[in-house]
Nanobody
């Protein structure tokens, strides 16, 4: 399984970015994929997950109403649309896949086995 992120960059506060995660070698039509982030000196945190095929989503409280995770099954790609960005959103963003589907698992950002290399998002004030 290979996950390749793209779309990071630098924006001013209030701006928008869209991250993409293209998955290869992962043929399951129904799978849990997610976005995580890690800022310098902080632990990695879950941002959003989606169960592809079902469309079930979940978000961290800090991004609800601002970020949207979506899927394109034909392209085996997941997106993270980020609006109203804040300086505290600055982090390396990672795509993840392979989480066991369920309330106690990927829905709460646990159990992901595959990770991308990350893409940097920097929001300036």
């Amino acid at each position: 399984v290979q996950l390749v992120e793209s779309g990071g960059g630098s924006v001013q506060a209030g701006g928008s970015l869209r991250l993409s995660c293209a998955a290869s070698g992962y043929a399951d039509s129904r799978k849990c994929m997610g976005w995580f982030r890690q800022a310098p000196g902080k632990e990695r945190e879950g941002v959003a997950i989606i169960v592809t095929g079902d469309g079930i989503t979940n978000y961290a409280d800090s991004v609800k109403g601002r970020f949207t995770i979506s899927q394109d099954n034909a392209k085996n790609t997941v997106y993270l649309q980020m609006e109203s960005l804040k300086p505290e959103d600055t982090a390396m963003y990672y795509c993840a896949a392979g989480g066991r589907i369920g309330v106690g698992y990927c829905y709460i950002f646990r159990g992901f086995g595959y990770w991308g290399q990350g893409t940097q998002v920097t929001v300036s004030s």
